[in-house]
């Protein structure tokens, strides 16, 4: 469990935010830039003063202003990925990751042997291996990133912070690191928060998602949760949906399809290589899905999902409704008209069948 | 080439500490000291009209210009480092204090040390009482008053490299572990480097361009505080220009030669990054 309670007061800026986190995952931190999520993650490593606060990881605390317990930032076993390329210019990749891990090691009580495992295994889990001679003004971004990350979890720390670490990248290297920190997520224990203010990234790697917006937590809670919340969207327009993780469950070869199992449903969707069993993580847009009060026959949309609505809440434009649709333990937005819902008769509790147009796979 | 004229320098003074420094560190050279090689270029130089006198007061500025140069980086690395990342109300009167040489004139300068190391002045009865007798006019005098004019010289380039390096490189260290001290000295003066060796560069050039205050506080000593710039200015008094004329000529090439190295070197630092 991680608690954090942190208040920044400057002259035109506030961040009052108290949060209960879950021990491990990936949390995202989202919200629009001045939002205060990266005074949030400063604060958390002890680089912005926080007179007032509390830092709870676990069993340790860093800051309790009460017990007048403030640890500094070097004292805290944290990981931390600035937005930018952080690496010191005047040491080799080599150095760069032993440069944390040699000090750790001084002040826990990691032994040598395996401090040097955490090492190699960071070195093979961001794939680096063939870079450690290198200076980091002869790395691409993309690879100064992934050492940037090395360099933290190689350390072991109890929490790791990530200030949007794929900001300073284009597109193309963007997609290159993905695959990594859905590994971090998947193969490593320790808790990250993660910055960003791309819904993309929330969608990709998110357990946990807190909303920020102006110095205040808007939302917060597991991921799907948090997307599909109508109340106070988080994505609003044309990208609201719903986020649901489920399993590839079979694959049909013949005509390029693979059905995604999830509690409450499956789907189809192109198949995208992967093979049986697979853990991913699919994304239904609102305005993808449609609303039948029967079974549909003879239509070209192949997946049918039996539902209930669970609510039905006014869009921005007065033509539309956002329906919150329960689907086994999921939840699926559908974005329809008025007058659809009128000549339907859609009600709260009324079951139906949602038309899934197009399924994305995200992770 | 370095080593051959250091060599011929400390031909000129047996009892010279510097000189068994340098032996010490450089064993191989002693038996090389004697060679023919450096016999006769010393001959020929002692043709272009240098006399004893005049390699004693290259030897003792090359002496000053070291020495200076080596305390002032020793004294100012903290200071820069102070200065560059202090929010003290502190910092301006301080930052003006060590940029005062660079506007004042010598003589104003030479006089307050003279004032305040001569035998009524706080830091003469300080180091009679001591048992050192006064400062004025000794080689130690000219040494402090020579750190104190190229003060700034120093600082400067080291305040800009620090203040250069940003606040991220240190942020980087901390979240590594390292505590304030060790990511100075792992950190911040590795990448102040090139800092470092401009600020020596410059206090060396600036000392052993210096007239003024040596004139004022040394008091034109043979032996003793006499040094290039006085020794030309001697000369000229005398109107024995041929010596002049070398000794300054030498001085203009070895400014201009520091200057160009300073420019190449600025130039391909550029380039890297």
């Avoid at chain 2, 006198?53 to 305390?71: D, P």
Wanted: aromatic residues 6%; contains cysteine.
């Amino acid at each position: 469990m991680i608690h954090l309670q942190i208040s920044i007061v400057r002259s035109a800026f506030e961040l009052n935010v108290e949060l209960q986190l879950p021990g491990q995952g990936i949390t995202a931190i989202f919200g629009p830039s001045g939002s205060g999520k990266t005074s949030l993650l400063r604060a958390v490593a002890g680089l912005e003063s926080n007179p007032l606060g509390r830092i709870q990881i676990g069993a340790n605390i860093w800051q309790d202003t009460q017990q007048g317990i403030c640890l500094p930032t070097w004292q805290r076993a944290l990981g931390y990925v600035f937005q930018e390329s952080s690496l010191l210019p005047h040491l080799s990749v080599a150095e760069n990751l032993n440069f944390g891990l040699k000090r750790a090691l001084k002040i826990s009580n990691i032994s040598q042997t395996e401090a040097n495992k955490a090492l190699e295994a960071s070195i093979e889990l961001l794939g680096i291996g063939s870079l450690l001679k290198r200076m980091p003004d002869e790395l691409s971004g993309g690879e100064r990133q992934r050492v940037a990350i090395a360099r933290a979890i190689a350390m072991q720390p109890q929490l790791l912070l990530m200030d949007e670490p794929l900001a300073s990248l284009d597109a193309a290297r963007r997609q290159e690191i993905f695959p990594w920190l859905a590994r971090l997520r998947d193969e490593l224990k320790m808790p990250m928060l993660y910055v960003t203010h791309s819904a993309e990234e929330v969608t990709r790697l998110a357990d946990h998602l807190v909303v920020l917006d102006r110095g205040q937590v808007k939302a917060q809670g597991p991921v799907n949760q948090v997307l599909t919340q109508v109340v106070n969207p988080v994505v609003v327009g044309e990208d609201a949906g719903a986020l649901i993780a489920g399993h590839i469950g079979a694959v049909d070869a013949l005509w390029h399809l693979s059905r995604v199992d999830f509690e409450g449903g499956s789907v189809w969707m192109r198949d995208a290589g992967l093979t049986v069993g697979k853990a991913v993580r699919i994304r239904i847009l609102a305005r993808d899905v449609s609303l039948a009060t029967s079974e549909p026959q003879n239509t070209s949309i192949q997946n049918q999902l039996r539902a209930s609505i669970q609510s039905i809440t006014p869009d921005p434009h007065p033509s539309q409704v956002m329906v919150v649709l329960k689907c086994g333990a999921e939840e699926v937005l559908a974005r329809v008209t008025k007058r659809a819902v009128n000549e339907l008769a859609l009600e709260v509790g009324m079951p139906v069948w949602a038309q899934v147009k197009s399924v994305a796979l995200v992770a | 080439m370095g080593g051959e004229i250091s060599q011929i320098f400390f031909m000129r003074r047996k009892d010279n500490a510097l000189r068994n420094l340098w032996c010490r560190l450089y064993p191989t050279h002693v038996e090389y000291r004697q060679s023919t090689r450096l016999k006769a270029l010393r001959r020929k130089l002692t043709r272009m009209n240098l006399t004893p006198e005049s390699w004693q007061a290259i030897q003792l500025t090359l002496e000053l210009a070291t020495l200076t140069t080596l305390v002032l980086l020793i004294l100012t690395t903290p200071l820069a480092w102070w200065l560059s990342q202090t929010q003290s109300v502190w910092r301006a009167p301080i930052h003006a204090l060590v940029t005062l040489p660079l506007v004042l004139p010598p003589s104003v300068l030479g006089f307050y040390m003279l004032v305040v190391m001569g035998p009524q002045g706080p830091l003469g009865q300080f180091t009679q009482a001591m048992g050192w007798g006064v400062l004025s006019f000794t080689f130690t005098g000219l040494l402090i008053g020579s750190i104190l004019f190229s003060l700034p010289f120093a600082v400067k380039p080291l305040q800009h490299a620090f203040d250069a390096i940003g606040s991220r490189p240190m942020e980087v260290a901390a979240t590594l572990r390292a505590s304030p001290l060790d990511a100075f000295f792992s950190v911040a003066l590795p990448l102040a480097k090139p800092g470092m060796v401009t600020a020596a560069i410059l206090t060396f050039a600036h000392t052993v361009g210096e007239f003024g205050v040596v004139l004022m506080i040394g008091g034109n000593i043979p032996g003793k505080t006499r040094v290039v710039s006085t020794e030309i200015y001697g000369h000229v008094e005398a109107m024995e220009y041929a010596q002049a004329h070398v000794l300054a000529a030498g001085m203009l090439v070895f400014s201009f030669v520091v200057l160009l190295a300073l420019a190449l070197m600025n130039r391909r630092q550029r380039q890297v990054v």
